[in-house]
């Protein structure tokens, strides 16, 4: 028989991906503030999770034996969700013994001292990674088995997301956008982090464990690989930059190791250069 996984925040960019891939599992989705979307096979519930009733009706109808949690993890106005959200989620799936595997930040660091492992200590400097640390110390005090799985930044190689939508529009209206040769993350394909999660929903993987993209790169090499991969000549108004010329308060260097998620799953986590040969061999 098989299991039934509820996704939080499916009709977002990671939740989608998710929800259109767990073939094996009686797949379910959350809405709140999102359009309703549809999916075969999949069924979707609106609900608030900042609600108690309203987590716990949607928990008692759906019954799931295991909760991947992707919503609330909005940059922007959403980051007032982020905390009560996780609590509430952590206590009730603990009480009902649900799995629980929780997305966090490679923000929770403050970019001083990588790379990071799972037992680095954690010091945001944004608000965002703030709120996820506390997120985190709530899951880990409330749900001790549950799986908190940090990431880095998302990206998609077959429709733009939001952020290389705003790279590629620029080469095409000339207005200036600068990338910075400072910042370093781990990219990770959509695709292939939905996957390696699905994988980690099937083990007992409880408490932290770092999944990004193998490579390490700063954000001009990464937008100059989009491009490339989306067929856009880069235009001049496109340039380097730093942080320190921006001004802003932004952690410089996120690499993060996830060598323990490599020893655990069979999926492999893939490079940039390696996501797009995929997707290339997928096409032929």
Same mark, same amino acid.
């Given at each position: 028989m098989k299991k039934r996984l509820l996704v939080t925040g499916g009709a977002g960019f990671l939740g989608n991906h998710l929800l259109r891939r767990a073939k094996q599992f009686v797949a379910a989705g959350t809405l709140h503030l999102t359009p309703s979307i549809s999916l075969p096979g999949v069924t979707f519930h609106v609900c608030d999770l900042q609600n108690p009733e309203e987590v716990r009706i949607l928990l008692d109808r759906i019954q799931p034996d295991i909760i991947i949690? #992707? @919503?609330c993890s909005d940059q922007g106005k959403g980051i007032e969700a982020i905390v009560p959200a996780a609590g509430l989620l952590a206590m009730q799936t603990a009480e009902r013994d649900i799995r629980l595997i929780h997305l966090s930040t490679d923000q929770v660091f403050d970019g001083d001292t990588a790379p990071y492992k799972e037992e680095s200590p954690t010091n945001p400097i944004n608000a965002y990674g703030k709120a996820k640390v506390q997120a985190e110390e709530l899951m880990r005090s409330l749900h001790p088995q @549950? #799986? *908190?799985?940090r990431t880095s930044l998302l990206y998609d190689l077959r429709t733009p997301d939001r952020q290389a939508t705003r790279l590629i529009e620029s080469a095409k209206t000339g207005e200036l956008f600068r990338l910075f040769v400072d910042e370093l993350r781990c990219p990770i394909w959509v695709e292939n982090l939905a996957e390696v999660l699905l994988e980690v929903a099937t083990k007992d993987v409880p408490g932290i464990l770092h999944i990004a993209g193998p490579e390490s790169q700063n954000r001009w090499d990464f937008g100059m690989g989009l491009l490339h991969h989306f067929g856009i000549t880069p235009t001049p108004? *496109?340039? $380097? %930059? #730093? *942080?320190?010329?921006? %001004?802003?308060?932004?952690? $410089?260097n996120l690499t993060m190791d996830s060598s323990r998620a490599k020893q655990l799953l069979q999926t492999p986590l893939l490079s940039l250069s390696e996501a797009r040969k995929k997707v290339q061999n997928l096409k032929i």
């Open positions: 949690h #992707t @919503a @549950a #799986t *908190i799985v108004n *496109i340039q $380097k %930059g #730093t *942080i320190e010329e921006s %001004g802003l308060v932004r952690p $410089k």
